[in-house]
């Protein structure tokens, strides 16, 4: 079953990013302008999640909050605040009146949508800021870095050398494969990041101009990032070639007399 997002926000552009992130991962979202109408659309559709503009007029994010807090049912369905980098946020008074969490604008939906599905899942929204683990501990047996769980024993008989050698030629395939994919994503994330930067820097703007803004970048990021992606594809590929002939053994050379 598909969960119910209620946003309350009155800039149509942050409307448009938000419900086309969250639609496309399996969400309904249902929008109301401003706090008034977010808090009777509340007790209408019960929503799973809250998000909010912090800076709303007659009635802000922090007071809508405060309203549901003590609506019948809803004490405790998780609320976010989207706040401007521009102003202060003040947090004692989230806590006071008990925003879940905050997200500054502008922001990239990819930012959102993880700290939306970390709160349903009953995880705190601080888990996405965790600490780095310490380096200069020793790892134990069952945490080993990377390169040592993935260590291969050396082949030990002629079955483990074949099974080797079928590896090693099978590798340009793979690297070839993981190349793809790679570039792959890294298009769809930067496309998504700049084109969500963008419409939300360009909030001022009117829809229409913002549509044309967002056109403009899906249509002409992909040429420009598949052009210099292709590029350092082409870089690896040539270095990989320079380091196998550089170890490939010389040709013996014919060395008999007439």
């Known amino acids: 079953m598909s969960k119910t997002l209620l946003l309350v926000e009155d800039s149509f552009t942050i409307q448009q990013v938000v419900n086309s992130t969250f639609t496309a991962a399996g969400y309904q979202v249902v929008v109301a302008n401003d706090a008034r109408t977010g808090l009777k659309t509340l007790t209408q559709v019960s929503p799973d999640v809250v998000l909010a503009d912090a800076t709303m007029p007659e009635m802000d994010g922090f007071q809508l909050c405060q309203a549901i807090r003590v609506t019948e049912g809803f004490e405790l369905v998780p609320v976010v605040l989207l706040t401007s980098r521009f102003m202060s946020y003040d947090e004692d008074l989230a806590k006071r009146v008990g925003v879940t969490a905050s997200l500054a604008k ?100 009117t829809p229409h101009l913002v549509e044309e803004v967002r056109s403009t970048v899906q249509a002409k990021l992909p040429e420009v990032l598949e052009v210099l992606l292709q590029q350092e594809i082409d870089k690896l590929k040539r270095a990989a070639a320079q380091e196998e002939a550089v170890e490939a053994p010389a040709p013996p050379s014919d060395s008999s007399a007439d």
């Open 106 to 205: 502008p922001f990239d939906s990819f930012t959102l949508l993880s700290l939306v599905q970390q709160l349903l899942s009953g995880r705190p929204p601080a888990a996405l800021f965790t600490e780095p683990p310490d380096q200069s501990a020793e790892p134990s047996p069952a945490e080993a870095t990377p390169s040592q769980a993935i260590h291969a024993p050396e082949p030990q008989d002629e079955v483990s050398t074949a099974a080797a050698a079928t590896v090693a030629a099978a590798a340009p395939a793979a690297v070839d494969q993981i190349y793809q994919t790679l570039s792959t994503s890294l298009l769809h994330i930067v496309q998504e990041t700049v084109q969500t930067h963008l419409v939300t820097l360009l909030d001022a703007l």
